[in-house]
């Protein structure tokens, strides 16, 4: 699976964004994807999940603010992120996992290059 992350960019407090995660080589339909997130010198966080079912999970410091969706005839995943902060401030990498719904980004098998989100106060 190769996995291509987008739409990153430069945006003020309360800003939308949103970012694209497009694979080639497998049909993301039947994986679960994930967003994660790593400011400078911290660790990779979790920032939302959702299955092959369409369930869905979020950190629970952009709940009610991010959305993940997906579109399977186009092989996306989208992570609509709105009232963004400068904590939001990261580098932003979705991940594709053969069989485990978890925040943990150990769990999962393939991953993107990432794309910066950059969140000016």
């Known amino acids: 699976v190769q996995l291509q992350a987008s739409g990153g960019g430069l945006v003020q407090a309360g800003d939308s964004l949103r970012l694209s995660c497009a694979a080639s080589?497998?049909?993301?339909?039947?994986?679960?994807i994930a967003w994660f997130r790593q400011a400078p010198g911290k660790e990779r966080d979790f920032v939302a999940a959702i299955s092959w079912t369409g369930d869905t999970s979020y950190a629970d410091s952009v709940k009610g603010r991010f959305s993940i969706s997906r579109d399977n005839a186009k092989n996306t995943v989208y992570l609509q992120m709105n009232s963004l902060k400068p904590e939001d401030t990261a580098v932003y990498y979705c991940?594709?996992?053969?069989?485990?719904?978890?925040?943990?980004?150990?769990?999962?098998?393939?991953w993107g290059q990432g794309t910066q989100v950059t969140v000016s106060s």
């Open positions: 991940a594709v996992s053969l069989g485990s719904f978890t925040s943990r980004p150990e769990r999962y098998d393939y």
């Open positions: 080589g497998r049909f993301l339909s039947r994986y679960i």
